[in-house]
Nanobody, 115 residues
């Protein structure tokens, strides 16, 4: 059984920063791609960023240059550093991990960017 626990969301003013974390626990042999998705009210869930086991990363155009995804393989954790946040970044953020060929989702963490 694998569990994902997200943390780091909250309320921040425009231009501020937040760091999200997603830690996986349980029986884990290998974690392939780790990623972050988000879903705003009334919109579909969208990819924000993902990182492969080799460290290659790609980002949605809307967050390039502002967000950075990273992973700690020893801790089975993926991070999302979010800088220069905008009101348009407001959403529930979900981590998604591919572990031994299976897809696991975190419970979601709310990020609200507002003055």
């Amino acid at each position: 059984q694998v569990q994902l626990v997200e943390s780091g969301g909250g309320l921040v003013q425009p231009g501020g920063s937040l760091r999200l974390s997603c830690a996986a626990s349980g029986t884990i042999f290998s974690i392939n791609t780790m990623g972050w998705y988000r879903q705003a009210p009334g919109k579909e869930r969208e990819l924000v960023a993902r990182i492969t086991s080799g460290g290659g990363a790609n980002y949605a155009d809307s967050v390039k240059g502002r967000f950075t995804i990273s992973r700690d393989n020893a801790e089975n954790t993926v991070y999302l550093q979010m800088n220069s946040l905008k009101p348009g970044d407001t959403a529930v953020y979900y981590c998604r991990l591919v572990i031994s060929g299976y897809i696991y989702w975190g419970q979601g963490t709310q990020v609200t960017v507002s003055s």
